[in-house]
Structures are given as structure tokens and as C-alpha cells.
């Protein structure tokens, strides 16, 4: 009820359904996949806290692999975002995957990118090499 004016569910729904677009589907598109092997997407965030038996708490991150086709993720938890640990957690995905993909896909973290760009992002040098 709202300025004293009471609205039937019915009306209510209508309107919804009318005016909003209340419960009709978003149109399906599909995706193109590629080949299996060719890209290898890699994401960072926290992912939550460590409490040592010594006393305190340490907050730490992952690095997150997920192959564009079969979307099996490989996770590798750490507690600094540098380059080096970039290298280690690509080697430890490879391994993981049983092999190097033709394309890595980094989101911006430092440890990879050095200046983001939506088409041509400047990688770490130390990275590259």
C-alpha cells in the first residue's frame, strides 16, 4: 500500500510483467570455445586468512588458472604477489596441466602486467623472460 492506494497482487504482477520485463528469460548466446591447450586465463584475489598456532592471523592470496575450454581451475595459495611467485605458480599449473599453453591470459596484477591496457598491456619484463 503505498499513499493509501491498496493494489491487487494481480495488477501488481501485470504491471511487472509489462512494463519491466518481470520474469521473461535473458536471450541465450553462445560462446565460441576454442581448442583445448591454446588459453590459460589467470586471475589473483585474497582468499581469506591463516591463523599460525604462534598467535596472530596472516591474510593471503591465490593465483587462479582456468583453461577456457575445460574451465578445470588449478589454484595456487600465497601470501606475496611478486613476480617471482607468478613464475612459480605458472610452472606449478603446467605441471598440473601436464603441459604449456599457447596463450596466458593474466588479469592486471602487478606481478605480471606493468601497465594495463585493454589491447596492448605492457608485461614485466622479469615476467617475459
Request: hydrophobic share 40%; proline share 8%.
Amino acid at each position: 500500500m503505498r499513499q493509501g492506494v491498496d493494489v491487487p497482487y494481480s495488477t501488481l504482477h501485470r504491471f511487472a510483467v509489462e512494463q519491466l520485463g518481470f520474469g521473461r528469460q535473458a536471450p541465450t548466446l553462445p560462446v565460441a570455445d576454442g581448442e583445448p591447450g591454446k588459453e590459460l586465463q589467470v586471475d589473483t584475489g585474497w582468499v581469506g586468512w591463516l591463523l599460525p598456532a604462534q598467535g596472530g592471523k596472516r591474510r593471503f592470496r591465490a593465483l587462479v588458472f582456468t583453461p577456457h575450454l575445460s574451465r578445470h581451475r588449478f589454484v595456487y595459495p600465497c601470501f606475496a604477489e611478486s613476480t617471482e611467485t607468478a613464475i612459480e605458480a605458472c610452472e606449478a599449473a603446467w605441471s598440473d596441466y601436464g603441459g604449456v599453453f599457447h596463450g596466458l591470459v593474466p588479469d592486471n596484477t602487478t606481478a605480471i602486467v606493468q601497465e594495463a591496457d585493454p589491447l596492448e598491456p605492457k608485461l614485466t619484463l622479469a615476467f617475459l623472460e
